[in-house]
């Protein structure tokens, strides 16, 4: 099973529409979405394809094959505009090799989790950073896994999203161009 990670959208339609294309040739069964869909926030700067309406349309297309949770900017009033939930502060996702706990990170992330169990993947958007790092001791490790932002990424990173191969528990961390720049193994 493929699954597509991506974060912090914030209302950039021109990205939008390049990680559909690129969800469309991965072949993941999966948009797993960890918030931030529709509004750029206050801290942010506005991003260059700002058009949430577009990114509306272009995410109620697609619904059936996301699923989100909200992040910090996430509101009710989004709610109303798009066809699928993303009100949940969190979601569990077991791809038969893995259990990944996905949350949007500015409440429960790396430093304050959520309950997890020894193994599970804490998939964390908000920092706008890639990452990938264990947490935790031997006997109760977990991973902390950013796929950074799709539309305003931070500390020099590239725009980008990951792909999940269950296959071989690989996360190929990916530029919006598709090109992958980091590969790292989930066992």
């Known amino acids: 099973m493929k699954l597509m990670i991506a974060s912090d959208l914030h209302g950039d339609a021109a ?43 272009l995410l109620n297309a697609r619904r059936d094959a996301l699923l989100c949770v909200r992040g910090n900017c996430d509101t009710e009033v989004d709610q109303m505009v798009l066809n699928f939930p993303i009100l949940s502060e969190f979601a569990l996702v077991d791809s038969g090799r893995h259990v990944f706990c996905l949350t949007h990170g500015h409440k429960n992330g790396e ?6 169990r020894p193994g599970d993947i804490l998939l964390c958007g908000h920092t706008h950073v890639p990452a990938c790092r264990p947490v935790g001791d031997l006997e109760n490790r977990n991973f902390y896994v950013n796929p950074g932002s799709v539309s305003i990424p931070k500390d020099g990173s590239p725009k980008s999203y990951i792909l999940y191969d269950s296959t071989d528990g690989s996360l190929s961390f990916r530029t919006l161009g598709g090109d992958e720049y980091q590969r790292e193994y989930l066992g």
């Not at 990680?19 to 260059?48: Q, V």
């Open 111 to 116: 430093g304050n989790p959520p309950p997890l």
């Open 15 to 57: 990205c939008t529409r390049t990680l559909l294309d690129r969800f469309d040739e991965s072949g993941a069964l999966r948009l797993l979405l960890l918030g931030d869909l529709l509004y750029h926030g206050p801290r942010n700067d506005l991003p260059a394809g700002y058009a949430p309406k577009e990114v509306i349309a």
